[in-house]
Each structure stands twice: as structure tokens, then as C-alpha cells.
């Protein structure tokens, strides 16, 4: 129970903190702590990667004791290794497949001045950036 009480306090946090708040704060110790941050201070990018590697284990140690608490608990996983739901279409009309294209015309005399179609695609990022 000892080497729990000092991943938290590496990891400067509350031994009753959430999985939440044991990743918030692994991102944020392992910005200050980062070694990339002390270039052309050797001592200090020494110690960043010492501090680095602590954090790392921190992490993976809470990590696996969360999941694991979780699983006694009879809590279901966060994420599931089941296959994502099938995707919606975007909406009739701002797309067009192959099979709704003019056949073209193979004749190599004919010069072709259509101009390729529009494909407009819809990914869920796209939704919280407006």
C-alpha cells in the first residue's frame, strides 16, 4: 500500500482520486515534467527523464488497480472490444456514389469537359469544431 500512496503523490493527487483524475493528472505532470522541455540543460533533462519514467509507472500501476477494482466491482469496462455501430450515411444528396454516375462515354475522339462531382463527407469531428 506504500507504493500506492507515493504514485499518487507523484502524480500529486488525493489517494481517492477518480481513473479520471489519475489520467488529468498524469497529462499534466508529464507536460511540466517532460524532458523535451530542458533542452540544452543536461542535469535537468536527466532528472525530466527520471521523473518521466515515474510517471509512467504511476500511471500504469493506478490504471491497472482502477481496472481491476472495476471489474470487482461488477462495473462494466469503459470501452468494450465490441465492434462500433455502423455509421450513418450523410445526408441524400451531398454525396454521390459510383453507382449514380453517368456511364461515360470511351470514345477517344470525344472530349470530356464534365467536370469530376462534388463529394462532400461528413466525419463526427467535424460536428463540435463549428
Not at 24 to 53: E, S
Not at 98 to 116: G, H, I, L, Y
Request: charged share 25%.
Amino acid at each position: 500500500m506504500l507504493d500506492v500512496e507515493r504514485y499518487y503523490r507523484a502524480l500529486d493527487l488525493e489517494p481517492n482520486a477518480s481513473p479520471e483524475e489519475v489520467h488529468q493528472g498524469y497529462l499534466d505532470m508529464t507536460w511540466v515534467w517532460h524532458p523535451d522541455r530542458f533542452v540544452g540543460h543536461p542535469r535537468l533533462q536527466q532528472k525530466a527523464q527520471y521523473k518521466l519514467q515515474e510517471l509512467n509507472e504511476a500511471h500504469e500501476c493506478l490504471r491497472s488497480q482502477s481496472a481491476a477494482n472495476g471489474r470487482k466491482m461488477g462495473r462494466k469496462p469503459k470501452y468494450s472490444a465490441s465492434p462500433p455501430p455502423p455509421r450513418r450515411s450523410p445526408s441524400p444528396g451531398l454525396s454521390k456514389s459510383p453507382t449514380q454516375r453517368k456511364p461515360q462515354n470511351n470514345d477517344p475522339r470525344t472530349v470530356n469537359t464534365s467536370r469530376p462531382s462534388i463529394c462532400f463527407k461528413t466525419n463526427p469531428i467535424d460536428d463540435w469544431l463549428d
